[in-house]
C-alpha cells in the first residue's frame, strides 16, 4: 500500500461512513446502493461489480450478480422487487467480481462470452448444465426490449462481452470500462490495450448510448468512456510520463488491488507488483 492509499484508508476508518474500499477475499468492495432508471430497470451499485435487472411481471433477466456479500444484497434487492424466477443471468466476463452471486439462480440460462475449458473452470470451478457461451453477437429479447449481447473478444478480461439495451440506449461495459477509478489489469494475459481502446471506440461510435455502465465507479457518458481511452492510450504512449498520467489521471486506487503506478509499469514492461492477480 502507498503512503496516499495508506491516507485514505486511515482517513475513511476515522470518518466511519466515508470508508470508500474494503478488500475481503483480495477483492474491493464498495458501499453499496441501487439507482432506478425506469419502471422495469433497476441498476445494483458497488460491490465488486455493477448489476443490472430487468423485469417483466415476477421474472428477471440479470446482467452480472456481484459477488460475496454483496451478491447475497443484490439477490435480496431482486426479491424486494417482487422477482420470483430469474429465467437468465449475462456475465459479462467469467471474474467472481461479476459471476459470483451466480449461485442464487440455479436453473436460470447463464450467457456468458467464449472463453476456453481452463479458464472456465478455474473461475466458475465447475461448468452449469444451463451456461451458455455467446460466440456471435446475438438478440435476446425480454420485457419488451432488446438485448443485444457482444462478444469483444481479449482485451481486459480473456474474452469480454458487452450488453446493448436498444430502446433504453444503455451500453453495460462490464470490466471494459472502470469510471474515474483505476483499473485492475492482469498481466499475464498478454493485453492487447490498444485493441481494448479500439473496441471501446467502436462500441461509442456504433451506438451513441445516452448512459453507460462501468465495471465500477458511476455510471457515466459518452465523454465518460472517452477519458477513460484517453487513459488506456497514454499507458501506451512511450512520450507520455508517468507524472504526466498522475496528474491528468488522479483517480481512485482500490489499495493493493490496482494502482496507476503498476498500470503504467505493466503496458510499459516494467512489472513491479504489490498485488496479487
Known amino acids: 500500500m ?4 495508506l491516507l485514505r484508508t486511515v482517513y475513511g476508518l476515522v470518518m466511519g461512513t466515508s ?39 415476477d421474472r428477471a433477466f440479470l446482467i452480472n450478480t456481484n459477488q460475496a456479500g454483496a451478491a447475497r444484497e443484490f439477490e435480496a434487492f431482486t ?13 459479462t466476463s467469467l471474474y467472481p467480481d461479476f459471476t459470483g452471486g451466480n449461485q442464487f439462480y440455479r436453473g436460470a440460462r447463464i450467457l456468458v462470452p467464449p472463453v476456453d475449458a481452463d479458464f472456465l473452470l478455474r473461475q466458475l470451478g465447475e461448468r452449469p448444465a444451463t451456461l451458455e457461451m455467446v460466440r456471435e453477437e446475438r438478440v435476446v429479447e425480454f420485457a419488451g426490449e432488446a438485448l ?24 453495460f461495459t462490464g470490466g471494459l ?20 481502446s479500439a473496441a471501446l ?3 461509442l461510435t456504433r451506438f451513441q448510448p445516452a448512459l453507460v455502465v462501468p465495471g465500477e465507479g458511476d455510471p457515466g457518458s459518452i465523454e465518460d468512456v472517452r ?3 484517453a487513459y488506456l492510450n497514454a ?9 504526466d498520467c498522475r496528474r491528468r489521471f488522479d483517480w481512485l486506487e482500490i489499495p493493493s488491488y490496482t494502482s496507476l503506478e503498476e498500470n503504467f509499469d505493466l503496458v510499459r514492461g516494467r512489472v513491479k507488483t504489490h498485488t496479487t492477480l
Open 177 to 196: 470500462f472502470y469510471n474515474r477509478v483505476h483499473p485492475p489489469l492482469r498481466g499475464g494475459l498478454q493485453l492487447d490495450v490498444q485493441g481494448w
Open 2 to 5: 502507498t503512503f496516499k492509499e
Open 19 to 57: 470508508v470508500q474500499y474494503l478488500k475481503p477475499k483480495r477483492h474491493f468492495f464498495w458501499p453499496t446502493g441501487t439507482r432506478r432508471i425506469d419502471d422495469k430497470f433497476d441498476l445494483f451499485l458497488g460491490g465488486s461489480g455493477i448489476c443490472g435487472v430487468l423485469r417483466e411481471g
Open 148 to 171: 443485444r449481447l457482444i462478444p469483444v473478444g481479449r482485451a481486459s478480461s480473456p474474452s469480454d462481452m458487452v450488453v446493448w439495451l436498444e430502446s433504453r440506449r444503455i451500453l
Open 235 to 243: 499507458l501506451c504512449d512511450p512520450n507520455v510520463e508517468f507524472q
Open 227 to 229: 477519458d477513460f481511452i
Open 201 to 203: 471506440e467502436a462500441l
Open 79 to 91: 426479491r424486494s422487487l417482487g422477482v420470483a424466477r430469474v429465467e437468465i443471468v449475462v456475465n
